[in-house]
């Protein structure tokens, strides 16, 4: 079974601290992803990364950055948490579909980590 | 990107009832995937369903990807059932987009 773990499950952090979240999958995935869900907005793409070093930008990457020095491991940074950023940060792994340098990209089956309940004051 | 509506947005159902979610989108796909997000957050994966039928116990899935459409069909509804169901096309170039789901309670 794929097992996707995400440090934190609940945490509480104060304006302008800076924050690390992590994200662990065991399952040799090339792709990473960090979305964050809100209510009535679903769930938004942040960051991806599909090798280590590499990241891209999502829909929505304002205020964070990320770092992937290990294939396993992928970590999501608020460099100054804001109050607007209090929300709900999930983790995601899958194998591409084709390989980088051949063009098209896609995404295979996506698994998601627990969930990191973020609350910024 | 793409454009993903789900309907109905809220569904409540007496336990044992039968429904199908919708799930249109936008453009065409070459993956989509079908989540189960329970009530303490965790998303679990259901299908993995770029084209055709699938069946799982008491749900399954068909997407027509043609007519950028997919159905999740569940059946003999348990309250387990409850929580948010999204659907989450894809595109290409690692770009998944999230419907805002159908949430579903069941009654006993």
């Known amino acids: 079974d794929v097992k996707v773990t995400q440090s934190s499950r609940y945490l509480v952090k104060r304006t302008g601290e800076k924050v690390f979240l992590e994200c662990v999958q065991d399952?040799?995935?090339?792709?990473m992803f960090w979305y964050r869900q809100d209510p009535g907005l679903g769930l938004r793409l942040i960051y991806f990364?599909?090798?280590?070093?590499?990241?891209e930008k999502g829909d929505i990457p304002e205020g964070y950055s990320v770092s992937r020095e290990k294939k396993e491991r992928f970590s999501l940074i608020l460099e100054s948490a804001s109050t607007n950023q209090t929300s709900m940060y999930l983790c995601?792994?899958?194998?591409?579909?084709?390989?980088?340098?051949?063009?098209?990209?896609?995404?295979?089956?996506?698994?998601f980590g627990p969930g990191t309940r973020l609350t910024v004051t | 990107g793409i454009q993903v509506e789900q309907s109905p947005p809220d569904l409540i159902l007496q336990e044992g009832a039968n429904s199908t979610l919708r799930c249109n989108f936008s453009?065409?796909?070459?993956?989509l995937q079908w989540f189960h997000q329970n009530p303490w957050g965790q998303l679990i994966n259901l299908f993995y369903?770029?084209?055709g039928t699938k069946q799982n116990g008491r749900l399954s899935a068909t997407t027509v990807a043609t007519e950028r459409y997919s159905l999740l069909y569940i059946s003999s509804s348990q309250t387990t059932d409850s929580g948010v169901y999204f659907c989450?096309?894809?595109?290409?170039?690692?770009?998944?987009?999230f419907g805002i789901g159908t949430k579903l309670q069941v009654i006993p």
């Open positions: 995601a792994s899958s194998f591409p579909t084709t390989s980088p340098g051949q063009g098209r990209l896609d995404v295979y089956e996506q698994y």
């Open positions: 399952m040799d995935h090339e792709n």
């Open positions: 990364s599909y090798d280590v070093k590499m990241k």
């Open positions: 453009d065409s796909v070459n993956n």
């Open positions: 369903i770029p084209s």
């Open positions: 989450a096309p894809s595109g290409g170039y690692q770009k998944v987009t």
